[in-house]
């Protein structure tokens, strides 16, 4: 492969770079391979900042790889209630007591990695370089923007070609020495200096075989994705309470917003009447009442946009809770112990 400098100038300028700028993080505090692989996943679409209280939470709760496997996915999800992407932790959980039920300890190559729930060979290749020090290529979302600046490719970086392209390059760039530090230094260049809007470039170690800033290019790389407009779902959201409890229901483990708790709901189209959508929800539940409206809640996921319209309403007595099918009463005490997902704490709150 014709390249337009040496991978080994690459690697000896990022790894005396990261010698005297590597940032000090909770998960490289030592090598085990639970606490990579548990910062690596919740790294995953996710920021530094965001990510630090939740694993420091995580591990003085479940501290090992025993302790994540023997808990239940209930206290898993409760742990990472507020980070989303729940089939993070759904996999770290099936992932877990796959390791400790059938290797006895954690795998450290890449076939067993990638045998894995929800690990792919970018977070493989970070568990083999951080925990292990094994030379494996990673092409995570920084490591990816190093690379498509480096080269200055100017392609979509999403498309296959892209694909194909950038993994060779992370591959011929991964030095077969200092795979631990290499691979930081790499993931900390893309996420402290060559940033996504304004890279860093006057103070950063590559400038002078970089591509994009030869050719003034830089800012302008990865090229922009087109605009796709999200879908908006709309739905009614009934709060139902009775002498200081409320109903709600634990969503399938299985699935989007899997394993996390929500109150009443019902899909509605922009021309159905809201109120009746509400009091046809409370009749399904098998429970009467006045329905009040309450607010409205809008909520962003990747893949939709929410529009929430929200009702309460204030019942006598329970006694049709067995027709309430899924859903079942909770003190407020014990409702505030469970996680709620995003756009019903919103409802909540409200
Ligand atoms: S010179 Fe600029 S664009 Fe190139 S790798 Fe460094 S920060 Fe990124």
Redesign the pocket.
């Known amino acids: 492969m014709n390249l337009p400098f040496s991978p080994a100038e690459v690697s000896k300028r990022l790894l005396s770079w990261y010698g005297r700028e590597g940032r000090t993080l909770p998960w490289r505090e030592n090598r085990d391979p639970y606490r990579i692989w548990l910062s690596e996943i919740m790294l995953q679409q996710t920021t530094v900042t965001a990510v630090i209280p939740y694993y420091e939470r995580f591990l003085q709760r479940l501290p090992t790889i025993e302790s994540l496997a023997a808990a239940s996915l209930d206290d898993v999800i409760s742990l990472w209630a507020g980070l989303g992407y729940y089939s993070r932790a759904r996999n770290l959980h099936r992932a877990a007591r796959q390791i400790v039920s059938e290797q006895g300890s954690f795998p450290d190559t890449l076939e067993g990695l990638l045998a894995l729930p929800g690990i792919g060979r970018s977070t493989a290749g970070a568990i083999l370089s951080i925990a292990f020090d094994t030379p494996a290529p990673i092409l995570d979302g920084n490591v990816r923007r190093?690379l498509v600046?480096?080269f200055a490719w100017q392609e979509d970086p999403r498309s296959s070609r892209a694909e194909k392209q950038l993994w060779q390059w992370a591959e011929v760039l991964t030095p077969d020495e200092h795979s631990h530090d290499y691979a930081q230094a790499i993931m900390d260049l893309g996420a402290t200096?060559?940033v996504p809007r304004t890279?860093?470039?006057e103070s950063?170690p590559?400038?002078e075989l970089?591509q994009?800033?030869k050719q003034d290019c830089?800012t302008l790389l990865p090229v922009a994705r087109k605009q796709v407009k999200l879908p908006i779902r709309r739905q009614v959201a009934l709060l139902v309470k009775c002498s200081g409890d409320y109903l709600i229901r634990q969503r399938p483990t299985e699935g989007f917003l899997g394993g996390l708790w929500e109150f009443p709901v019902v899909e509605v189209s922009p021309e159905q009447n809201h109120r009746q959508s509400a009091e046809f929800l409370l009749a399904d539940l098998g429970l009467t009442g006045d329905v009040c409206e309450a607010d409205a809640v809008r909520h962003a996921y990747s893949h939709f946009k929410l529009e929430l319209t929200v009702f309460s309403v204030e019942i006598e007595t329970k006694t049709s809770v067995a027709e309430a099918g899924e859903y079942t009463w909770y003190s407020e005490d014990a409702m505030k112990r469970l996680p709620l997902h995003g756009a019903h704490k919103k409802v909540y709150s409200k």
């Open positions: 190093v600046r480096l200096v060559c890279p860093l470039c950063c590559l400038r970089c994009a800033f830089a």
